[in-house]
């Protein structure tokens, strides 16, 4: 079970890079919706999210602590990417949070105890095994978040380039025109 739960937390990783990939800087930073979510903040977001979980929820800091999550920081900073923060340093972070995360679920049990400051009282005692699966479905949330944006940008779609997930040879703008006259019609 543990090892199935690792492997979809690697699954949501990889894609939440795979969507970077071949992208300009500007695009992989663009909010693409009214909340100004972005690709590269979404990168930047799960790198706070599997330290805190990770790490101080089960007493395993980080060694180097992750540098927008300060006292100072605005509630959204970690979902942005500023002009001198590179690609190429918030994804180095994600990595290294990925191997502290790796390092402490393969240390400890699924039924470990924890316990996370940020939820209410009476929810706060955890396991290893409910902090592991919130994460996956974290992760695997943004990437959706993620393959929204990236078809936004470019039309690229799928979890991975060797399987998109969608019926070769379908004629997609046809099948958008229809569904957009259904939606019409249902008024």
């Known amino acids: 079970m543990k090892e199935d739960q690792i492997r979809y937390l690697q ?9 970077l990939d071949g992208l300009s800087e500007y695009d992989a930073r663009r909010p693409m919706v009214r909340t100004g979510t972005n690709l ?4 930047k977001h799960m790198a706070g999210v599997e330290a805190g979980y990770f790490g101080s929820v089960f007493n395993r800091p980080l060694t180097d602590p ?6 100072d920081a605005d509630e959204n900073d970690e979902m942005w990417a500023t002009p001198g923060e590179s690609r190429e ?6 990595r290294r949070v990925w191997v502290h995360a790796d390092e402490t679920i393969a240390a400890l049990d699924l039924n470990s105890p924890g316990s996370v400051p940020w939820w209410p009282d009476d929810r706060r005692a955890v396991t290893l095994d409910l902090i592991l699966s919130h994460v996956v479905a974290e992760v695997n949330r943004h990437a959706g978040h993620a393959d929204i944006l ?19 040879g379908f004629d ?10 259904a939606a019409r019609a249902a008024v």
Not at 66 to 71: R, S, V
């Open 11 to 19: 699954r949501g990783r990889d894609v939440l890079l795979w969507k």
């Open 172 to 181: 997609w703008d046809a099948h958008r025109i229809r569904l957009e006259q």
């Open 66 to 71: 992750i540098p927008w999550k300060t006292d």
């Open 40 to 43: 590269l903040g979404l990168v």
């Open 89 to 94: 340093f918030i994804i180095d972070v994600y």
């Open 150 to 168: 990236r078809e936004l940008i470019d039309g690229e779609v799928g979890f991975r380039p060797e399987a998109i997930n969608l019926t070769e």
